[in-house]
């Protein structure tokens, strides 16, 4: 087996592994609370919580009406990022194939 293959198959099966052990750790936590909050939401209740009389320096200029539409919201944001990550790292390996090939020219026109 060639050595990508191999690199890929357990960069595949470190993945499944962690998934695997979020996902043991999630069934075995049970709570009264929604199960899916964000990180806002969690500091915000641990603030409120800790300093009852706290007042927010500022309001947020947009909410959504809903957590479906935060979600997607979310998700295009992220598939944004993607997008970006992947045009970048694409460009680089193609520059980096394009000076090796200019090279390798080079060296066979001498």
Request: glycine fraction near 12%; charge should be negative.
């Amino acid at each position: 087996m060639r050595r990508s293959t191999m690199i890929t198959l357990a960069l595949v099966a470190g993945i499944v592994a962690i998934v695997g052990f979020a996902l043991v750790l999630d069934s075995s936590r049970s709570g009264d609370g929604e199960r899916f909050i964000g990180s806002d939401t969690a500091a915000t209740a641990q603030i409120e919580d800790d300093n009852p009389d706290y007042e927010p320096w500022f309001q947020p200029f947009f909410a959504p009406s809903s957590g479906e539409i935060e979600s997607g919201l979310f998700a295009v944001q992220a598939a944004l990022g993607g997008i970006a990550l992947g045009y970048t790292v694409g460009a680089l390996r193609g520059r980096r194939r394009g000076e090796r090939t200019a090279t390798e020219q080079a060296a066979d026109q001498q």
